[in-house]
């Protein structure tokens, strides 16, 4: 894979004006490269990644240290440990120049002064809205896309032929079918389950927090508890007690009971496509039907690369980020690597040609990044607990007053 850059002129005086510039904020120290010590040298990248885009970038690494004589150095980690060892690192001067990561990380990041922001310019625009809005804090971009991830709704097309128009209209049309489930949603029994119940609750107009112009959280209006949050919490009971929503169908149970063909709908993500497929069903990804009569808005999860805050090379990393990585090549290598829609839009719209890809990707456009700010982990636990007292036939008023009521306070203490 081939990457021409769009700045050429005068880099290595960029290094070194950037390296001069920030070595005052980082430590000392001849850690392993290994380690991906960030302080080591200002002659090398060190870019943290996991083991599925550490073969994807090993071109575009390659072209970089030809092109601008930095060497890149990939460092492999575990995905799961990526976030804590980031976040113990950076601040004693060590850890990569830039790592992959979730953008729900952003809000501790930020918080904690482990990133800085980075400049996109008109690139802006050649990222999908949902994208760029998930690594937005406070009018700042802090990470570069590749990736997009949410549920939809899977349909097996040979036991219904079209897409449902309406919630109710999903349900008459599952029942139809004669199988043992209209429609089927994995739950866990003791928490629910508030990432695959929300695009139900937003097609009541609600949000967990109220939303900036930028499409950014203000963690200081939470929304959750309003009228429109009043509404889902009794139409939930009202499945709950019709059976339409069965908490006791887990995840497994739930892909189960799709794969061999005792539902024609599951609410579900990419992960769940393979095993659908290799059991023979014919599968169509369609736009999750709305409950409440407003669009149903499922969370969207964004992968990215972070820039280190206290990077040496802080110059050399957004130019690998911005004119190496936010391209059509290399988004297309990230997608193939993980078969997740494409941030950028000229590589999403060629991924799009797989039917797969363009529904999951039509149905995150339209979505909510998922809440990125300190506040949300005050959220989850009173969440999920209220809806399962929803679904066993609690009142709806007073348990979703309460939920409300105990969050706010969670997050005041």
Not at 87 to 103: L, N, Y
Not at 134 to 153: C, D, H, W
Not at 240 to 248: D, K, P, R, S, Y
Request: aromatic letters at 8%; hydrophobic letters at 45%; proline letters at 6%.
């Amino acid at each position: 894979m081939k990457v021409t850059s769009t700045r050429a002129l005068g880099f290595g005086a960029l290094i070194a004006a950037g390296s001069l510039l920030l070595a005052g904020c980082s430590g000392g120290g001849s850690a392993p490269q290994a380690s991906g010590d960030a302080a080591a040298s200002a002659g090398t990248l060190t870019v943290w990644v996991d083991a599925n885009r550490a073969d994807a970038l090993k071109d575009v690494a390659a072209t970089f240290s030809e092109e601008k004589g930095l060497k890149v150095d990939l460092v492999e980690k575990d995905f799961t440990k990526i976030q804590a060892d980031f976040a113990a690192q950076v601040p004693t001067g060590k850890g990569p120049d830039i790592t992959v990561g979730a953008h729900d990380w952003l809000g501790g990041f930020v918080q904690d002064g482990l990133v800085a922001p980075i400049e996109l310019g008109d690139k802006t625009t050649e990222f999908q809205e949902v994208a760029i809005q998930a690594f937005t804090n406070e009018g700042k971009v802090y990470g570069l896309p590749y990736a997009t991830e949410n549920i939809a709704l899977m349909r097996n097309v040979d036991l219904v032929p079209e897409a449902p128009t309406s919630f109710d209209d999903m349900i008459a049309k599952g029942t139809a079918t004669g199988v043992q489930y209209p429609f089927v949603v994995g739950l866990d029994p003791a928490n629910a389950d508030p990432y695959h119940l929300y695009p139900f609750e937003t097609s009541f107009g609600n949000s967990v927090f109220a939303r900036n112009a930028d499409g950014s959280y203000d963690g200081s209006q939470l929304s959750i508890g309003d009228e429109a949050g009043q509404a889902f919490a009794a139409w939930l009971g009202a499945q709950g007690a019709a059976g339409t929503i069965n908490l006791n169908l887990t995840q497994d149970l739930s892909k189960e009971a799709f794969n061999s063909g005792q539902t024609p709908f599951i609410l579900t993500g990419p992960w769940n496509v393979a095993d659908a497929e290799a059991k023979g069903i014919n599968i169509a990804i369609d736009p999750i039907p709305s409950a409440g009569g407003q669009p149903a808005q499922p969370f969207v999860g964004v992968q990215g690369f972070y820039l280190n805050a206290k990077s040496q090379n802080a110059l050399a990393a957004n130019e690998f980020l911005v004119n190496y990585l936010a391209t059509e090549p290399v988004q297309t290598a990230l997608y193939e690597a993980g078969d997740r829609p494409p941030a950028l839009t000229a590589a999403y719209e060629k991924a799009a040609a797989d039917p797969i890809i363009a529904g999951f990707g039509e149905v995150g456009a339209q979505g909510a990044p998922m809440p990125s700010i300190p506040e949300m982990g005050s959220v989850w636990e009173f969440w999920g607990v209220a809806e399962v007292s929803l679904l066993k036939g609690e009142d709806p008023t007073a348990i979703w007053t309460k939920m409300s009521d105990d969050i706010a306070a969670n997050i005041a203490g």
